[in-house]
T-cell receptor, first 114, second 113 residues
Framework: DTAVSQTPKYLVTQMGNDKSIKCEQN?????MYWYKQDSKKFLKIMFS???????INETVPNRFSPKSPDKAHLNLHINSLELGDSAVYFC?????????????FGAGTRLSVL | QKEVEQDPGPLSVPEGAIVSLNCTYS??????FMWYRQYSRKGPELLMY????GNKEDGRFTAQVDKSSKYISLFIRDSQPSDSATYLC?????????????FGKGTRLSVIA
């Protein structure tokens, strides 16, 4: 029973294409995140949603658009892919208040832009 | 200067060794400190969670926080080959979901049998 699941695990695509990554959590959390981990393994927050509302939006190109249809899902759509978008993208979830802000991560989506 | 600095290693130790992993940070507002372990091609998983200064022990793992020096450590006793992974420190200023975690770059550890 995977707590935070992402699809696909691997994504290889050409520059200029549009692609989506899906994320689902079954932990009952109300907050979800997207992180980018570059080739140097540096993990950086991109977006955070709480109950379908955007609460963190770091400096990310507007080619990246997150969508949260409900609090258990947070998808990431990327337009006009560029070589520099190649990275591993991690989805995570946590409970917003009242407990430790412990984030649970998915296994990652390895994106390669050719 | 990055907010969180962590020596990326790699660090290679023999089985049974004591391992010391460290991070320094610049933001004095950080109060919550975490260590995540990330196996190859997997997502990070929480290993230790501490609040403010002090020590916390969990089995072979001990986390230390020295807020006066802006320095945190993770010690692994009797290291095992299964401890081979990348260890990431993370920290935040508030205990709520709208406060992002700031991660170090991670230290890659190999424990040789």
């Amino acid at each position: 029973d995977t707590a935070v699941s992402q699809t696909p695990k691997y994504l290889v695509t050409q520059m200029g294409n549009d692609k989506s990554i899906k994320c689902e959590q079954n932990l009952g959390h109300d907050t979800m995140y997207w992180y980018k981990q570059d080739s140097k393994k540096f993990l950086k927050i991109m977006f955070s949603y709480n109950n379908k509302e955007l609460i963190i939006n770091e400096t990310v190109p507007n080619r990246f658009s997150p969508k949260s249809p409900d609090k258990a899902h947070l998808n990431l759509h990327i337009n006009s892919l560029e070589l520099g978008d190649s990275a591993v993208y991690f989805c995570a979830s946590s409970q917003y208040l009242g407990t430790k802000n412990i984030q649970y991560f998915g296994a990652g989506t390895r994106l390669s832009v050719l | 200067q990055k907010e969180v600095e962590q020596d990326p290693g790699p660090l290679s130790v023999p089985e049974g060794a004591i391992v010391s992993l460290n991070c320094t940070y610049s933001n004095s507002a950080f109060q919550y400190f975490m260590w995540y372990r990330q196996y190859s091609r997997k997502g990070p998983e929480l290993l230790m969670y501490t609040y403010s200064s002090g020590n916390k022990e969990d089995g072979r793992f001990t986390a230390q926080v020295d807020k006066s020096s802006k320095y945190i450590s993770l010690f692994i006793r009797d290291s095992q080959p299964s401890d081979s992974a990348t260890y990431l420190c993370a920290m935040s200023s508030r205990n709520s979901g709208n406060t992002p975690l700031v991660f170090g770059k991670g230290t890659r550890l190999s424990v040789i049998a």
